[in-house]
């Protein structure tokens, strides 16, 4: 208090409501909210009016936290964000600071805490607070990882998988799996594509498309603090149809339709199988009743008869021919040749027993046939006395008297020939 006259005598003062007590100044140890009223009185008893003011006293330094977003178990990364928001409820927050390891404090605009100075591996983050009338607050430490690698990202194909000549090709039944691993943080997702189309998230296997043809996988991991890793891509050939079989022989043979063949003992069978896209892994058959049998080689049947044979084949990636079911004849038996004539012998010349030689009359006529119950009768051929041999087409009519030395050939279709030779004489009246 100042009296420009006869100067200040007294200073009074009062706190919270309190009795005016004569001070010459007062410290306010306490923290809290005050109400001070003075007056002064000068040397003659002049008393000056009261003066109220009203103020806090703030002794407590502000708290500050650390608050990181896109980061986990005190694990950041280059998407992340790290900030330091403070309070102070009396006097109000002035100013943070901070540092990475042994840089100097920077201070921190807007709560930000940026990237500058920091390693991959472990750092020490140190920050603290000042209030608006000084109050400090004891520095914080604490110890934070730097990740700012993405994961590592691989496939695997289960089931069917074959791989030559640099490709990969599956069955539209493979099952293909994604993973991603990251040594640091846990993975928040696998984004993938296939042909350029995106699949999304993955959450299970997914089998390769239906199509038979190429096709690209794309895929990254991305960790839960926004770590990618790099856009793995891999190329596959699907294979959705099955090998094509047929069956060759190599010697005597006869066909009636695609699926009944006659052959005989000595025709060699083989199976040959065709696959565009995987390759053909392997061709079975069947023969008969007997179990499955891997093919290895051309082959012959030595027991005539009718046999069932089935055959299939199977590609590199597991895709099964439907089996094809064959008839197979076998037949090295020819024909049994038959000759009636339609007269009776009227005698026989010669000697006894089977030596003697039938006699027919004149104009006698000579039926040829043959019986096949297999492959069936191609042709019959006859030669009289030596003549070129012809084909027989209809009876013989025997109209010239004289010795007659005939030779019948029956062929069936598979070549197998039989021959029969008859002696007989014919004579007039």
Not at 275 to 291: A, L, R
Not at 312 to 334: F, M, R
């Amino acid at each position: 208090a100042t009296d420009a006259f006869s100067g200040v005598e007294q200073t009074y003062l009062s706190v919270n409501g309190k009795t005016f007590l004569p001070s010459d100044g007062m410290r306010f140890s306490e923290e809290g909210y005050y109400l001070l009223r003075h007056y002064a009185v000068d040397r003659v008893g002049n008393a000056s009016e009261p003066v109220q003011i009203r103020f806090y006293i703030d002794k407590t330094p502000p708290v500050t936290n650390l608050k990181m977003v896109n980061a986990t178990k005190n694990i950041f990364g280059p998407k992340s964000t790290l900030s330091i928001p403070s309070q102070d409820t009396l006097s109000g927050v002035h100013v943070s600071y901070y540092k990475w390891n042994s840089g100097v404090y920077k201070r921190s605009y807007k709560n930000r805490i940026l990237f500058e100075g920091v390693k991959e591996g472990a750092n020490i983050l140190q920050f603290y607070t000042e209030d608006l009338v000084g109050n400090t607050e004891g520095i914080h430490k604490v110890t934070l990882s730097f990740d700012k690698n993405g994961p590592e990202v691989s496939h695997e194909i289960k089931g069917d998988q074959y791989i030559e000549g640099g490709k990969v090709y599956l069955s539209s039944r493979s099952q293909i799996f994604l993973k991603a691993v990251d040594e640091m943080v846990d993975i928040q997702s696998i984004e993938y594509q296939v042909n350029g189309l995106s699949y999304g998230n993955y959450g299970i296997s997914f089998r390769p498309p239906v199509q038979t043809g190429e096709f690209k996988m794309d895929y990254q991991g991305i960790d839960i603090i926004g770590n990618k890793s790099i856009l793995a891509s891999a190329n596959f050939v699907v294979d959705s149809q099955s090998p094509t079989t047929r069956l060759i022989t190599d010697g005597v043979t006869y066909r009636r339709g695609p699926n009944v063949i006659w052959v005989n003992t000595k025709t060699r069978i083989s199976l040959k199988a065709l696959d565009n896209v995987s390759g053909v892994q392997s061709i079975f058959y069947k023969f008969n009743e007997n179990k499955e049998l891997l093919y290895k080689g051309p082959f012959t049947i030595s027991d005539e008869g009718r046999h069932t044979f089935q055959f299939s084949s199977v590609d590199h990636v597991n895709n099964k021919e439907v089996l094809t079911p064959v008839l197979l004849v076998v037949d090295d038996t020819p024909p049994e040749i038959k000759a009636v004539f339609n007269r009776s012998a009227v005698g026989s010349e010669g000697g006894d027993g089977e030596d003697k030689i039938d006699v027919y009359p004149l104009y006698t006529t000579l039926f040829l046939n043959a019986d096949d119950n297999s492959a069936k009768l191609k042709g019959i051929r006859f030669s009289i006395n030596g003549s070129p041999n012809e084909a027989y087409q209809e009876a013989l009519l025997l109209d010239k008297p004289g010795n007659y030395y005939v030779i019948v050939e029956a062929e069936d279709n598979l070549g197998n020939i039989s021959n029969k030779k008859m002696i007989f004489i014919v004579k007039a009246g």
